[in-house]
């Protein structure tokens, strides 16, 4: 309404579109699933997990550390959180972990995974965001897991409720990601495709854009030098309002 109300603007679902990358992608598209009366498509870059069966290469649900997965012989800190396109590993989810630790505790460092589990956690009875492990040995708190699906799982929302949000949510879905993202995102939203790619009553009508060899921050590819990611997704939210827009509806005085 604050955009609206200072901006030139239609002010209408119908007219809403959504942008953002990295966390600004987790994000918009939340705002899509949540709200999927308010908005008329998101265009997400590089989102966060948004599915926390790979949230970055953690499985929230099965694994029990977040610094090596399951294993009866492997227990060394081995999970990588961070490479470059060539694969070389650059932090360890632990080393992210240690490093959170120095700069705040109980959660408020200010980086990455506190600003993860600030947001998609439960509040403690200290009055700080219930950690989903422990950074000091990666120890998983089962007892959050729960409450972490159930929020912020935004597949799992999906298929959970799609019977009600397929209808608002067709043609409105439309992802870009690298397929070698710094921070191993591509897991999650591989997830994501496969499930809305299965879709049926309605089927999505989305799309996923994924570039081969790209890292964080993949928002297609230009087609021309210098074109910038918006410059590439405004004239497809722009034919997508034209499509949707209500019987009636002024769709040429402000072009």
């Known amino acids: 309404p604050r955009v609206e109300e200072q901006f030139r603007a239609i002010g209408e679902p119908w007219a809403r579109t959504l942008s953002g ?9 939340a705002w899509q699933v949540f709200y999927p009366d308010m908005f008329n498509g998101v265009w997400t870059f590089c989102p ?5 069966r790979y949230f970055q290469l953690v499985n929230i649900y099965e694994d029990d550390n977040a610094f090596h997965p399951n294993s009866t012989w492997k227990t060394s800190a081995v999970r990588p959180w ?10 360890s989810q632990r080393d992210a972990s240690h490093l959170e630790s120095v700069l705040g505790s109980r959660g408020r460092s200010g980086d990455q995974m506190d600003i993860f589990m600030s947001v998609y956690g439960p509040v403690g009875d200290d009055g700080y965001p219930k950690l989903l492990y422990d950074k000091r040995t990666g120890e998983i708190d089962k007892s959050i897991v ?12 999906l298929a959970r409720d799609w ?5 608002k949510l067709v043609g409105k879905l439309h992802f870009f990601m690298g397929d070698t993202d710094t921070y191993f995102l591509e897991e ?6 496969a499930f809305l790619e299965q879709t ?8 996923f854009d994924w570039g081969v060899r790209q890292p964080h921050c993949y928002s297609g590819m230009p087609e021309f030098p210098g074109q910038t990611s918006y410059q590439r997704v405004l004239p497809r939210m722009l034919e997508h309002i034209l499509e949707t827009a209500p019987v009636g509806a002024d769709v040429t005085s402000w072009r």
Do not use: K
């Open 163 to 167: 019977e009600t949000l397929g209808p």
């Open 188 to 193: 999650a939203t591989r997830l994501m495709e």
């Open 200 to 207: 049926t009553d309605p089927y999505y009508e989305g799309s």
């Open 146 to 157: 729960e409450y972490w699906r159930d929020n912020y799982d935004l597949r799992h929302i």
């Open 82 to 91: 961070q490479r470059g396109t060539d694969d070389q590993v650059r932090f």
């Open 21 to 29: 990358g990295s966390t600004g992608g987790w994000e918009s598209l």
């Open 48 to 52: 966060d997990p948004v599915d926390f």
